[in-house]
């Protein structure tokens, strides 16, 4: 649910207290960077409507927030559950052409350097050393994963819609969630973790439709130096 002009950066969570506060989860990283961004826009059907914060402070995991057009808990509690977005031109520039939000990352066709189509970008995995690209190969649900790096990627084409990438030795992970080596040089799926495979796709699905990487944090093709 990203529109073209629309980027979803959070989700309205249950009413909090009696006054018209509403909880509310970040998808930004950090997600104190949601704070930065005005208007808040909530998705009413198919249309955005803005809304003006006029108080948001942290609570537990996430926010709690006043809005100035919400007056009461009937008004917090119609909002529970739904998406908060912010205009894709509110985004801050990246400096780096190594730098994509990973919402732009999203649907790439994927192309290995020896003229294979591995299929396209399905969603993004965060591990800490580097992002992870997760490739749907096929209509069976297999997918590839190859980290972000520079030793893999070769190069990403936004505009063609093209990511081309150097991937050798190709194992696919099934779509049942269980897991396999999948290639050279780093990318080995840890065996130990294939029992919650299926949990942790849907959550990663959750999260990479629906976050935007905030520069310095946006995907970025790590140096082949970084690379593992």
């Known amino acids: ?19 018209g506060w509403v909880h509310v989860n970040s998808y930004t990283q950090p997600p104190e960077n949601l704070l930065s961004y005005s208007p808040w826009l909530i998705a009413e059907g198919a249309d955005w409507k803005p809304f003006k914060p006029v108080v948001v402070k942290a609570h537990g995991r996430g926010f709690v927030a006043q809005f100035a057009e919400i007056n009461n808990r009937e008004q917090a509690q119609a909002l529970s559950a739904t998406d908060l977005g912010i205009y894709r031109d509110t985004l801050p520039g990246l400096d780096d052409d190594d730098e994509f939000y990973w919402r732009d990352l999203i649907g790439l066709n994927v192309v290995n350097g020896d003229g294979r189509n591995l299929g396209s970008v399905s969603y993004l995995l965060e591990t800490g050393a580097h992002d992870v690209l997760v490739i749907l190969a096929g209509d069976n649900g297999a997918e590839v994963l190859i980290p972000f790096t520079a030793q893999f990627v070769r190069s990403v084409d936004i505009v063609a819609g093209r990511l081309e990438v150097d991937w050798g030795g190709l194992r696919a992970r099934g779509a049942s969630g269980g897991c396999a080596a999948t290639g050279r040089g780093g990318g080995r799926t840890d065996r130990r973790h294939a029992a919650a495979g299926r949990r942790r796709q849907r959550s ?20 082949l130096a970084a690379a593992r």
């Not at 529109?3 to 207290?17: C, K, N, Q």
């Not at 959750?206 to 520069?215: D, H, M, P, Q």
């Open 204 to 223: 990663a699905r959750r999260k990479s439709g629906k976050t935007v990487r905030f520069a310095p944090g946006a995907a970025r093709r790590q140096p």
């Open 1 to 19: 649910m990203i529109t073209e002009d629309v980027v979803i950066v959070g989700r309205i969570g249950s009413a909090y207290g009696v006054r």
